[in-house]
């Protein structure tokens, strides 16, 4: 059983940056596939970035509007896993959850329902 908490939301202008922890109790989180999703108001959660299991040698996806802005990486030592988000804007803000699952196939690390595992959420603000 994994139990999941993020931190890191706030309130944060255009153009700043936040960093996003998903830190995890039991089992070791690199054995699982680790996904951020997010939820803005009136919205559907969606697919945020992706990092795979170690067999997979923790290969990283991220929907279009975030590459480039946003790194999922981990922290094995801390047994957790970070999105680092830069060049944030008002379309970013949101609820940002954490999710993880074992043995997902690549083409569905972006569904939500294919996690069993998630975290409370974050919030996080982009003021413009």
């Known amino acids: 059983q994994v139990q999941l908490v993020e931190s890191g939301g706030e309130l944060v202008q255009a153009g700043g940056s936040l960093r996003l922890s998903c830190s995890a109790s039991?089992?070791?989180?690199?054995?699982?596939?680790v996904t951020w999703f997010r939820q803005a108001p009136g919205k559907e959660r969606a697919f945020v970035a992706s990092?795979?299991?170690?067999?997979?040698?923790?290969?990283?996806y991220y929907t279009d509007s975030v590459k480039g802005r946003f790194t999922i990486s981990r922290d094995n030592d801390k047994n957790s896993v970070v999105l680092q988000m830069n060049s944030l804007n008002f379309e970013d803000t949101a609820v940002y959850y954490c999710?993880?699952?074992?043995?997902?196939?690549?083409?569905?690390?972006?569904?939500?329902?294919?996690?069993?595992?998630w975290g409370q959420g974050t919030q996080v603000t982009v003021s413009s």
């Open positions: 990092i795979g299991e170690r067999w997979r040698g923790h290969r990283t």
């Open positions: 999710a993880a699952a074992r043995g997902l196939i690549t083409s569905s690390v972006s569904s939500a329902n294919q996690y069993n595992y």
């Open positions: 039991g089992p070791t989180l690199s054995t699982y596939t």
